[in-house]
């Protein structure tokens, strides 16, 4: 098992008993008790739960979970390495990127700075992605608002007015969920806004997602599969999500 899968796991068995064991948990996945612990910090630190003694206890709903930029990062390394790897191909060698706010998304930044993409010109509302880019004498268009302490993105009326006015050729874009009747969806209500505007500030939508994300539904819905053009991912998607993503002729590609 994936350490995400057990993430998920201890995640729902929280929500629907209230209260796990460190014990239970490694009988339940044939863990070490200190794995077990490592586990319950990392989703207490994204607000999943709350650590007690000899277990944890429920916290806030699943639904609007969000962890942060540096948590997101350091889970499914490998496989962000591997799609973002994938989505440079379908960057252009001259014309204007959009790169949503991620861990993804940020993967895919740094090899474009590998790669000295000089005849790109990169929009994005993430301060990290900018910073990176920026540094190794990319041009980059940072987009202002507030930035959100958790993602290091700016958020806002002015960051929608700046994407109002902007047509770029290609958007590369993250999700936390990523469902056949749910869409793409993210907990929160203002990144959610901004995702929504980057994906009609480009002519050319593709999402970035790790198979963790599959039919996982959080608090809004910011698209329709059908607002997208291509799925770069780890996994190929099955069951109703295949279907759906078939059925609206998305293209899938699997790093």
């Not at 990319?138 to 930035?147: A, D, H, I």
């Not at 302490?149 to 590369?172: K, N």
């Not at 279907?243 to 293209?251: R, S």
Request: glycine share 10%.
């Amino acid at each position: 098992m994936f350490a995400e899968e057990r993430y998920g796991q201890i995640s729902n068995l929280v929500s629907a008993n209230g209260r796990v064991t460190v014990a239970g948990l490694s009988t339940r996945f044939g863990i070490t008790k200190e794995t077990v612990r490592r586990d319950l910090a990392l989703l207490e630190t994204d607000g999943v739960l709350r650590r007690v003694h000899g277990g944890a206890i429920a916290g806030a709903g699943a639904t609007t979970n969000e962890p942060s930029l540096t948590s997101r990062s350091s889970r499914h390394a490998a496989e962000k390495k591997r799609i973002a790897l994938a989505a440079l191909s379908l960057v252009p060698e001259r014309g204007a990127v959009v790169l949503d706010a991620g861990s993804t998304t940020g993967a895919l930044a740094e090899l474009l700075v590998d790669e000295a993409r000089t005849g790109l010109a990169v929009v994005t509302h993430c301060v990290p992605i900018a910073g990176v880019m920026t540094a190794a004498g990319l041009s980059v268009e940072l987009l202002g608002g507030r930035v959100r302490a958790l993602t290091s993105a700016a958020v806002g009326s002015r960051t929608l007015a700046q994407l109002g006015r902007l047509r770029a050729d290609i958007a590369f874009i993250g999700a936390n969920g990523l469902s056949a009747e749910f869409g793409l969806s993210t907990p929160d209500v203002d990144e959610a806004a901004v995702k929504t505007a980057l994906i009609r500030a480009a002519r050319r939508i593709v999402l970035l997602a790790d198979a963790s994300k599959f039919d996982e539904e959080t608090l809004v819905s910011f698209a329709f599969l059908e607002d997208i053009d291509a799925l770069v991912t780890d996994r190929a998607p099955h069951g109703s999500l295949a279907q759906a993503l078939a059925d609206a002729d998305i293209e899938v590609i699997v790093a």
